[in-house]
């Protein structure tokens, strides 16, 4: 330990000068009170005690090093889908894999070791007690652990990873691609069976979310014999208990694989659930994939859509692409190749004809205006809702007439364009047509930069803006570039923006998926046909149909006679179950006065409620609804466990591969690596000499030993 000062050292010669004077003068008269002893004693603890409280005025300091030690950090990822124990080795995981684990576990010391658990299906989730495995995961990810372990532990001694898994990745990317930066080695153990497993199954049934009412309605079903040389097989469709249809085919394994079609009408609208099941054979090794059920939402008609375009872009792709996701809407477009000159010309239809307009770079010069003036009175009699995308060529001298009703229109008129990032507020997070992670909003502000009008947009009072420009990486909060709008029963979206194709683009690439985009792009499309709900109690389903891995999720709201949101409400669910039985839930508030359940592990089958809502036991209003629930078996499709993967994720990190049988010596290969070193630092403390209670100790007890000497003589 070392001693430092805040304040200069030199400071001492005078601290230690004043102590003696001070002393000096308060003593020098007590020599015929004290003998000689006595009085250079308490002289001394005098001095003493002062010089110490004058040192201690210039705030000591001790300097130590402390040595610091990290054991090495080897992460262990249990996989806890369902596929896991089911195969012909099912007993020996359920039964003598757990104590494998835990002798595994603990073959590396504490002192020498960090050994951090995790277990994962769809998601990672923390822990791991071999003596509480389960394996009821609807779904298996392996490359979403892996990508979160390296930015968890990227600034920490992480010495290798361990996967205990089937390798049998039903979601996400393949794993050995989210390997990519990882610099330790990942050491992994085949659990399950690599032979062909005896199994009947449905791998496939492809129908359409919506239907229409008295129209056929195809759906496919596609069927795998796996290991049984004939199966002669019976293929039924059914709704509850009725029986719609059913169809023979026989498999072999020469002809391993065939589809049935099936071809039904609809004669109710609303949610219907449907199973289709195939024949149980003796020897399957589980029948939990001979039948699946899902939900067909059946409307009276589709939703006309007219599309304005000022010419060709890839934006309107884009959004061609995303609706084609939606069954339940007609689209037609109306694309201009030249001034007033259009690939179709909207004269021969009938604009009262469609439900929804969508504008892009629309109308593009002063020969649209006659256009414009129709959707205009469609706009302001029937109240067509509008999506209004801003582009480049966009004329908006032409589109003046059609500001008093978007969300944003400009104040000074600017031709000219410049890049700029969409970015999304936090606020969107309380508008309904938000209905993702927290994630979704850091993905969509940092995609690739739209081209935005640089006129002076201003939002409508009865507007909402949910994302504003960044431009060359600064914040414009006074720059809109995304609104909606609801007032007067009319509804409308303003994206000020071009090459929107492009943040489509991106969410591909980050997820392998456009469903971030296009759920967002239909959520606005539902919001703005919606009419404008004027009850003051609603509940409601987030979804029409739940995966049997998803939680079933109800919202509820409630306003006064203002149409503010009201807090302190009492909501009730009376949640009728597919088997008759109902129970009864309540929804919690949330902070923004909001209400919300979340109810998981439901049966499959078709859920009715009738919520009702009361505060001070005065009732505020009841709403009904139903949803349904569809097991998710896509962890029974594929079997027969992954050994190329889980070997390939071992040789890109210079790893190992493992069977279970072998798991005994995976402690001692992993001890064999000379890369699982702990890392040594050193630590820098610098302590105030005040803190420590011995000092302060030690100036008391000098005093009270001085105060006792001058009691003892009288001197008090």
Known sequence: ???????????????????????????????????????????????????????????????????????????????????????????FVKNKYPAALKKFLADFPEEDYVIEGYRFDNQMRNGLNPDSLTYKGAGTNIAAPLKEIQSLYQNQNLGAVVVLSDGITTSGMNPVYALEG??????????????????????????????????????????????????????TIAQGEKVIATKPLNLSKVNPQGEVDFLFRPTQVGLQAFTVSVTQLEGEITYKNNARTFAINILESRVKVAIFGGSPHPDLGALNQAMAHEEGYQISEFILKGKGDFYTSPAGANL?????????????????????????????????????????????????????????????????????????????????????GDNWLKMMSNTPPI??????????????????????????????????????????????????????????????????????????VKWLMVRDDKRKFRAY???????????????????????????????????????????????????????????????????????????????LGEDKGQFSIGRSDIEHVNLRADKATMEQMALRTSGRALHYTQMDSLSSIIKQNQNLKPIVDFKKNKKPLLDWWWVLAGVLGLLAVEWTIRKWYSML
């Open 1 to 91: 330990m070392k001693l430092s000062f805040t304040y200069s050292p030199l400071w001492i010669i005078p601290i230690v000068l004043l102590a003696a004077v001070l002393t000096y003068f308060m003593y020098r008269k007590t020599r015929t009170h004290l003998p000689l002893v006595p009085q250079a004693l308490v002289s001394l603890f005098r001095f003493t005690v002062l010089t110490a409280l004058g040192i201690l005025l210039l705030e000591p300091l001790l300097n130590s090093l402390t040595k610091l030690r990290f054991p090495p950090i080897i992460v262990v990822l249990q996989d806890g889908s369902e596929s896991m124990v089911l195969h012909k080795q099912a007993d």
């Open 182 to 235: 990882m610099k330790q080695p990942v050491y992994t153990v085949l659990i399950g069976d690599t032979t062909l497993q005896k199994d009947i199954k449905i791998k496939d049934a492809i129908y359409n979310e919506l239907a229409y009412l008295n129209t056929d309605v195809p759906i496919k079903v596609k069927v795998v014999n796996d290991g049984f040389e004939a199966a002669n097989l019976k293929v």
């Open 352 to 436: 009262k004809d469609f439900d929804f307009f969508i504008l892009h770079n629309f109308p593009n010069s002063p020969a649209d205006a006659p256009i414009v003036a129709k959707i205009l009175e469609e706009v302001r009699d029937r109240k067509v809702p509008v999506m209004y995308y801003i582009g480049m060529f966009t004329d908006l001298q032409t589109m003046r007439p059609l500001f008093e009703y978007m969300a944003l229109a400009p104040e000074a008129i600017n031709p000219r364009a410049e890049e700029a990032v969409a970015t999304f507020s936090e606020s969107y997070k309380k508008h309904t047509t938000y209905n993702f």
């Open 451 to 524: 081209y935005r009008n640089k006129s002076e947009w201003k939002a409508k009072t009865t507007a909402e803006i949910f994302a504003t420009a960044k431009i060359k990486n600064i914040a414009m909060n006074n720059y809109p570039v995304f609104a909606l709008q609801s007032h007067l029963e009319r509804k409308n979206m303003v994206f000020v923006g071009e090459n929107f194709w492009r943040m489509r683009a991106q969410v591909y690439t980050e997820t392998e998926s456009f469903d971030n985009f296009d759920d967002w792009y239909f959520n606005v």
């Open 541 to 619: 389903a987030t979804k029409n149909a739940y995966m049997g891995d998803e939680p079933a999720i109800l919202k509820g709201e409630a306003y006064d006679d203002s149409y503010n949101p009201m807090g302190g409400v009492e909501i009730k669910v009376a949640m009728r179950f597919p088997n008759g039985k109902i129970n009864d839930y309540y929804l919690t508030e949330t902070g923004n006065k909001q209400y919300y359940l979340d109810i998981y592990s439901l049966p499959e089958g078709t859920y009715t409620f009738q919520a009702t809502g009361k505060k001070d036991g005065k009732v």
